[in-house]
Nanobody
């Protein structure tokens, strides 16, 4: 059974930094794509970043490029999201997701492409 557990959220001032962690268990994730999504109050969940666990290729939404970095530590089965230069508009619940190897029309930018989800962690950026 796959489990994803996020941690590292909190309250930070604009311009500050946070590092989110997603501890994964229950599978060998070497062929998985791991993603981070976020959902602000009253808004739909949106893609933030993703990483191909085996090759390390990374993908970002435009608004976080240059500020956020996704990475993984295979020894710890953990995916990270380093968030720098945070803005109030980054305030949201951030969730980790895992996409197993499969043939699918959904791209890694779409939440329907992912099979497993964590419970989420709140990030609040004050102005």
């Amino acid at each position: 059974q796959v489990q994803l557990v996020e941690s590292g959220g909190g309250l930070v001032q604009a311009g500050g930094s946070l590092r989110l962690s997603c501890a994964a268990s229950g599978r060998t994730f070497s062929s998985y794509v791991m993603g981070w999504f976020r959902q602000a109050p009253g808004k739909e969940r949106e893609f933030v970043a993703a990483i191909n666990w085996s090759g390390g290729s990374t993908y970002y939404r435009d608004s976080v490029k240059g500020r956020f970095t996704i990475s993984r530590d295979s020894a710890k089965n953990t995916v990270y999201l380093q968030m720098n230069s945070l803005k109030p508009e980054d305030t949201a619940v951030y969730s980790c997701a895992a996409r197993r190897p499969k043939v699918s029309s959904a791209t890694l930018y779409e939440e329907r492409a992912y099979d497993y989800w964590g419970q989420g962690t709140q990030v609040t950026v004050s102005s």
